[in-house]
Structures are given as C-alpha cells and as structure tokens.
C-alpha cells in the first residue's frame, strides 16, 4: 500500500465513525480484507466434516457449538491484531526477543508442518468434488486426477504471485479471496432454501438448536434416547454417545482457530501496512470476514446434514455399523438386537459425497451436485490458496528473508507440491502417519499460541503505553482467560484421551502433553524476567 492510499483509508475511516450506519458498513466492508484470508483457511476441509458429523450425532441439538468456539478464537484473534498493530513489528521477532525463542519457533514449526500437511487432503477434496460432483464424465484415473491437481497447484500459486505484487495485484488478490468465500456461502445457503421449501427442515427445532445446551456434555441428543432406551444395554450406548458429543464439543472449542491462522493475521496486517488507526477496525474485518461467513457455511452443513441423516439409517450399508456393534459384544457379549443395529448405523460417519447424494431427490441434481459440489470445491481451492499463502510468510521468518519474494514463492512451492501429493497418499496408514502428529503438535501448541499473546497483551516491555488499562484491561484479560482457558482444557481433553505406549499413535499425544506442560512453563517465566527487566 503506498503513502497516498494509506491516507486515503485513513480518511476514510475517519469518514466512517461520523457516519450513518449504512455509509460506515459500506466503508468499512470496502477496507476489510485479512479477515477475509482467515475465513478462506477455515471454511476447508476439517470444518466441513465437523459440521457434517454434529448434523449426524446431534441434529440441530449443536448448531451453537462451531459458532461459540470461533468467538472464543476470534476473541484471541483480536488480541494479536492489537499486539501487531501496535507495535507495527513482526510478532516472531517479538515473541523470541520478549519471551522465549523457543515458543517463537515452536510457532514456527508448528505452522510450516500444519500448512504442508493439511494441504493434502485439501487438493483430495478438491479433486473428488470435481470427478464426483461437478464433472463425473471425466472419470477418476489417475490422469485426470494429475491433471486436476497440477490445475488447483498452478491456480493456487498464481493466486499467491498476486498477493506478492503491488498496487492492483494485491487488490485482485483482496477481491479474488472476497468473492471465494461469497460462493463458498451462497451454494450452502442455496441447499438449505432449497430443503426449507421441500418442507424438510423444522425451524423450530433449529432455532432452539442455536441456543447453547451444555446438557450435551453429559447426556445423549434427544431424538436418540428413544432407541438408547430399547436397546439391549442402555447405559452403554448412553456413555458411547456421550463420549462421542463431548470430543466434539471440547475439540471444536480446543481448535477453533488453527495454528496457521495464528500466524496468518499478524503477517497480513503488516502486509496491509495497516497500524494503530485500525485496531479497533480489525475487529470488524474479523466479524465480516471471518465469523460471518463461518457461522452461515458451517450452520448450512449441520442443518443439511441433520435434516438428512440425524437418527435416519436407510442411507447407510449395515455392515458399516459392524465396528460399533463389535466393541458392544465385546463388552456384553452375545446381546445385540435389532435396536442396537439401528443404533450403531446412526453414528456412522457421512461425508459431502453422501450429503449430495441424500439431496439429489429433494433438491434436484443443479443444486445437490453441482452448486453443492462447487460449494465443496470452493472450500478445497480457497483453503490451499491460504496455506500456500501462510507457509510462504513463514518461510520468510525460517529463511531469515521477512518481504522477500523468493523465499516467500519458495514456501508456497513446498506446501503445494506436498498438496498435489494428496490424493495419491492420502489414504490409510499413510494419512495417519502424517495427520496424527501433525494435529497432535498443532493441537498442542495452539493454547501455547493463545498463552503466548496473553503474556504480550499485559507486557509493558511490548506495549508500553498502549498496554490496555484499567476497565479495558480487566474486560481484555477476562475475555482472554476464557478463551485460552477453553483451548487448553480442549487441547488436553483431546491428548490425554489419546496417549498411551503401547505404539506410537499413543506415544505423540502423550509428547504433545509433555510439551505443552514445558512450554508453558517456559512462557511463564520468560514473562516474568523480561518484565522485571522492563
């Protein structure tokens, strides 16, 4: 952004906080733009199961949930724009010179690993939305998938050669994300109208689905207790069910907000060239960018996902409920009836294949499949075009070449090529192999993230006179303390219940607990000795 057009959004936002309503809305939606980026990154994949799976185990019993948990990240969100804007300064830097270089590159690595990872299944999606929803006919031979993914790989890097040009270029990149992330929205909400006139969804059920029920925690979705109370052991479908709904809720709250994003918005506020005139202004980017068009994607999903298979089970092969039946026998053996069958078959997992499917009688093959199935794709190119993105920005960091080109291409290179690997590995053991210690070390270190910029946000050595106070203070820190609070109960929840030595699936999360325990001790007293300093 040049010196003439940092004046011109200046004036334009003093323009605003005199201006009606309207003229302020419009002047600030024109302006937004990194909010944007972190909606693009979280309406992916992983947002997309979730939703699905809530539909399928809760009906609308949790669409409060996913929009819950992004307020809490939002919450910490807005706390590192605070930080970054008011220091103007890189928060890597910050955090290894005020803190600890080892939470700083714990960050570090934690992110790149994130962005490499999850890039492939995002390019898998990307790839089955094409050759199973929008373009069948081209079949799914390995050629055709080669093909798709050198086109989402060249797509996504052209897309990231924008956001390093100047002038225009970064604004088509601005316009680019924006309009993405429209679509994204608009082909979910298009379903649900369409599901809402075929009379399929009761929007009295739905409306109560959005006011929190924390009942969830410790007992089983209405609409299941019926069954629970024919099956043959009740109490054990009861705790089955439970334990399922309480992993949901906790992870969901735990990982609202990924590590890479994290990492995201700091770099894009120095990118924007945006500072302290916008603090208060970046927590309207986040809401119309990033909260907006995750709670409507995301609450579309449930309520599909409800409508269609929520204690429905006529969709679903019987042999897929035999794991669950199994673990039962295994349990109380020799007890199964018809009614624990029709149990096991309602926790099956579905995926937008299926969703699509489910929707072809009602809505129609136009929207079922193909504004569906591009809603679907949209969330796979957008979500690699942001991990792309925030590996380039780390790489200037790891190579040591902050605003540098190259070194920023070269990170984009490294996390879509490992993209485009995808669908030929992601698959079995292999996907394991990669996504187990990845979630593990992100899912760790993201209360560490959260901890990290609590410390920042009461650091008189970092903020200095801006160091909020009073009324403020107290408000900040208690918003805070939830929010990072929640993620690190979530995150420990998640780990504890997977650690274990009998293998390595079970030795990484007990790692993970090892490190999370470490680093925050080392935050802790990193913060201490630097503010006796300051």
């Known amino acids: 952004m040049s010196a003439n057009e940092q004046e011109h959004e200046t004036a334009l936002l003093a323009e605003a906080e005199a201006a009606p309503l309207m003229r302020k809305l419009s002047i600030y939606s024109r302006l937004s733009g990194p909010g944007w980026l972190q909606g693009a990154i979280t309406l992916g994949g992983g947002s997309l199961a979730g939703?699905?799976?809530?539909?399928?185990?809760?009906?609308?019993?949790?669409?409060?949930?996913?929009?819950?948990?992004?307020?809490?990240?939002?919450?910490?969100?807005?706390?590192?724009?605070?930080?970054?804007?008011?220091?103007?300064k890189a928060p890597f830097g910050l955090v290894n010179t005020h803190l600890s270089p080892a939470l700083g590159w714990a960050w570090l690595i934690a992110t790149i690993m994130a962005n490499i990872v999850w890039c492939m299944p995002q390019f898998n999606l990307g790839r089955a939305a094409i050759q199973q929803n929008l373009l069948p006919a081209v079949g799914d031979s390995?050629?055709?998938?080669?093909?798709?993914?050198?086109?989402?790989?060249?797509?996504?890097?052209?897309?990231?050669?924008?956001y390093e040009s100047e002038g225009k270029g970064t604004k088509t990149f601005d316009r680019i994300i924006k309009i993405m992330v429209g679509l994204i929205v608009l082909s979910f909400v298009a379903v649900v109208i369409t599901l809402?006139?075929?009379?399929?969804?009761?929007?009295?059920?739905?409306?109560?689905?959005?006011?929190?029920?924390?009942?969830?925690?410790?007992?089983?979705?209405?609409?299941?207790?019926?069954?629970?109370?024919?099956?043959?052991?009740?109490?054990?479908?009861?705790?089955?069910?439970?334990?399922?709904?309480?992993?949901?809720?906790?992870?969901?709250?735990?990982?609202?907000?990924?590590?890479?994003?994290?990492w995201l918005l700091p770099y894009s506020l120095l990118k924007k060239r945006w500072g302290k005139v916008q603090r208060g202004f970046s927590i309207f980017d986040l809401s119309i960018g990033l909260f907006i068009p995750f709670f409507l994607a995301t609450s579309c999903v449930v309520i599909a996902a409800a409508s269609q298979f929520h204690a429905k089970t006529g969709d679903v092969d019987p042999a897929a409920g035999a794991g669950t039946i199994a673990q039962l026998v295994e349990a109380h053996p020799g007890v199964t009836n018809a009614a624990d069958l029709e149990l096991a078959l309602t926790l099956v997992k579905r995926d937008n294949f299926q969703l699509a499917t489910t929707l072809e009688p009602l809505a129609g093959k136009v929207v079922s499949q193909t504004i569906f199935g591009f809603g679907v794709l949209g969330m796979a190119l957008s979500t690699i075009i942001i991990l792309m993105l925030i590996n380039g920005l780390a790489f200037q960091e790891l190579l040591g070449k902050r605003g540098n080109k190259k070194a920023?291409?070269?990170?984009?290179?490294?996390?879509?090529?490992?993209?485009?690997?995808?669908?030929?590995?992601?698959?079995?053991?292999?996907?394991?192999?990669?996504?187990?210690p990845t979630s593990v070390i992100g899912?760790?270190?993201?209360?560490?993230?959260?901890?990290?910029?609590?410390?920042?946000?009461?650091?008189?050595?970092?903020?200095?006179?801006?160091?909020?106070?009073?009324?403020?203070?107290?408000?900040?820190?208690?918003?805070?303390?939830?929010?990072?609070?929640?993620?690190?109960?979530?995150s420990v929840w998640v780990l504890y219940g997977k650690a274990h030595f009998n293998d390595w699936h079970g030795i990484i999360p007990a790692v993970g607990l090892a490190l999370l325990a470490i680093l925050f001790i080392i935050g802790t007293f990193s913060f201490i000795k630097n503010e006796r300093k300051a």
Not at 248 to 261: D, H, K, L, P, Q
Not at 410 to 434: D, E, H
Request: overall charge neutral.
């Open 196 to 262: 809402s006139t075929s009379g399929d969804i009761s929007w009295g059920a739905l409306l109560a689905g959005l006011i929190p029920d924390p009942s969830l925690l410790v007992e089983p979705a209405a609409t299941l207790k019926a069954l629970i109370a024919q099956s043959t052991q009740p109490e054990w479908w009861t705790a089955r069910i439970v334990n399922d709904q309480r992993d949901i809720i906790i992870a969901a709250f735990g990982t609202a907000v990924g590590i890479n994003m994290t």
């Open 408 to 436: 920023h291409y070269i990170g984009c290179a490294v996390s879509g090529i490992a993209g485009f690997a995808g669908p030929f590995i992601w698959t079995g053991a292999a996907a394991a192999a990669l996504a187990i």
């Open 142 to 162: 390995t050629a055709s998938t080669v093909i798709i993914c050198l086109i989402l790989l060249a797509i996504g890097f052209a897309i990231n050669v924008l």
């Open 443 to 490: 899912g760790s270190l993201i209360p560490i993230a959260y901890f990290t910029f609590f410390l920042m946000m009461n650091s008189k050595k970092v903020l200095g006179e801006h160091r909020p106070k009073g009324t403020a203070r107290v408000i900040w820190n208690v918003l805070m303390g939830v929010a990072t609070g929640i993620a690190t109960v979530g």
């Open 51 to 88: 939703a699905l799976y809530l539909g399928v185990i809760a009906g609308f019993g949790l669409l409060w949930l996913q929009p819950l948990a992004m307020i809490c990240g939002i919450i910490m969100l807005s706390a590192i724009a605070y930080i970054t804007l008011t220091t103007e």
